[in-house]
Each structure stands twice: as C-alpha cells, then as structure tokens.
C-alpha cells in the first residue's frame, strides 16, 4: 500500500477521524514499495496474489482504520482493510448515506473530522437539540453564520413536525407504572373507595368463636 508505507497521505482535502496515525500499527508498515505495490494492488484475475494480501490483512490490528481510510480518501484501487476493488465498490457508492456514530462522537469533542451528507445532518440536528448557536455551528462547520442560522432552523422545523406527529415523550421520572388489573376489571374513577377482595371461606373452616365477622364500614 504506497501511501501506507511511506507515510503520505493523498491530497484530497477530505478530514479523517484516523489521521495516519495508526500506519505504524498496520501490517504492512515497513515493507518496501515495490513489494507493497505487488501484494496491494494485484490485477483483478490474479486470485492467488489476492488471497496472499487477504491473509496479510486477515491478522492486521488496524484493519478498520484502512478501510474507513480508503472510503474517505476515495481509494478506489488496490486491496484496503482487507478487501477488494469489487467488494469495497457498494461501500463507496452509498458513503453519502453512510452513518458512523464514532466520526460524530469525535465532532462533538472537537476533532477535525470528515463528515458524511447523512452524519452532517445528524449532527445539525444534535447540535440544534444541544442548544447551539448559529455561530458556534458555523465555526465547526465551517460554513457562514447565514447558512449555520437557515440549518438550525430546518433542524427546529424537523423536531417540531416530529412532536406533533408523534408526541412528546414524558421524562422517565415522571411517567407511572400502572399496576396490575385484573383480567375484565375497569379501571377505578378518581376519588372512588374500591371493595377489598376476601378469599372465601372454606366449608371445612370452622366458624370463628366469640365473635362475629363485622364487615367494614
């Protein structure tokens, strides 16, 4: 992998939560570049030269890292986390939609990362529900104040439409457990007293001595 051994990053203005910082952890770290060209980048019908990069991959401690890597940068040749040209292709087609809750962890902490159409919008409307100001927003987006202002409004709308449609949830601490009814029992009214169920007497308990049973009041 050409850029993974020599510690270059391709120029394509595109922010990574990785960085290059885990190439020194990969397998691959240190091998020369024609070696790597060879192993990484084999022709597509070469299936043995294939399997080989595949079984370098199989035990590498930072294979995640190189996928997201090849996604993000558009790395479109060669064999990255472990898989090929093939088989990462439905992976870049649909990387807009794509939604990696970690890349927005890492915005809210303030990371420099690069964001996907749908990870963007969830973060607009995180930090609309966080109380952000247009201006903050603009400043972590980088964007102008105007469109940081129209995006947080459009966030508003979204959390307004989806109370009225569904409702707003009660908190935990003040929602009330039911308790159990009984099976063809309705509910009581407010402000009425209910009857005490009593297990019935059994015919073979004799009857209680010296006093009688008054029933309540």
Same mark, same amino acid.
């Given at each position: 992998?050409?850029?993974?051994?020599?510690?270059?990053?391709?120029?394509?203005?595109? %922010?990574?939560?990785?960085?290059?910082?885990?190439?020194?952890?990969?397998?691959?770290? &240190?091998?020369?570049?024609?070696? #790597?060209?060879?192993?990484? *980048?084999?022709?597509?019908?070469?299936?043995?030269?294939?399997?080989?990069?595949?079984?370098?991959? &199989?035990?590498?401690?930072?294979?995640?890292?190189?996928?997201? *890597?090849?996604?993000?940068?558009?790395?479109?040749?060669?064999?990255?986390?472990?898989?090929?040209? =093939?088989?990462?292709?439905?992976?870049?087609?649909?990387?807009?939609?794509?939604?990696?809750? +970690?890349?927005?962890?890492?915005?809210?902490?303030?990371?420099?990362?690069?964001?996907?159409? =749908?990870?963007?919008?969830?973060?607009?409307?995180?930090?609309?529900?966080?109380?952000?100001?247009?201006?903050?927003?603009?400043?972590?987006?980088?964007?102008?104040?105007?469109?940081?202002?129209?995006?947080?409004?459009?966030?508003?709308?979204?959390?307004?439409? %989806?109370?009225?449609?569904?409702?707003?949830?009660?908190? $935990?601490? +003040?929602?009330?457990? #039911?308790?159990?009814?009984?099976?063809?029992?309705?509910?009581? $009214?407010?402000?009425? %007293?209910?009857?005490?169920?009593?297990?019935?007497?059994?015919? @073979?308990?004799?009857? @209680?001595?010296?006093?009688?049973?008054?029933?309540?009041?």
């Amino acid at each position: 992998m050409r850029h993974i051994t020599a510690h270059e990053k391709p120029n394509t203005g595109l %922010r990574s939560i990785a960085g290059t910082s885990w190439h020194t952890r990969a397998a691959c770290h &240190g091998m020369d570049f024609e070696d #790597a060209d060879a192993v990484f *980048f084999p022709l597509p019908r070469d299936h043995e030269a294939i399997a080989e990069a595949k079984e370098l991959c &199989g035990w590498c401690p930072v294979r995640g890292d190189c996928f997201d *890597f090849a996604l993000e940068n558009g790395l479109k040749e060669g064999i990255w986390g472990g898989l090929t040209e =093939a088989e990462r292709r439905p992976w870049h087609e649909g990387l807009s939609q794509r939604i990696d809750y +970690q890349r927005v962890t890492a915005f809210f902490n303030g990371r420099d990362v690069h964001l996907t159409k =749908a990870e963007r919008q969830v973060v607009i409307d995180h930090a609309y529900v966080r109380g952000w100001r247009p201006d903050r927003l603009a400043g972590a987006l980088q964007i102008s104040h105007k469109h940081a202002r129209d995006l947080l409004r459009k966030a508003a709308n979204r959390v307004f439409d %989806r109370d009225r449609t569904y409702g707003v949830p009660r908190p $935990k601490n +003040q929602r009330k457990k #039911a308790g159990p009814n009984k099976a063809g029992s309705a509910p009581a $009214k407010p402000g009425t %007293r209910q009857p005490v169920s009593r297990p019935a007497a059994s015919a @073979s308990t004799p009857a @209680s001595l010296g006093k009688a049973e008054c029933p309540t009041s």
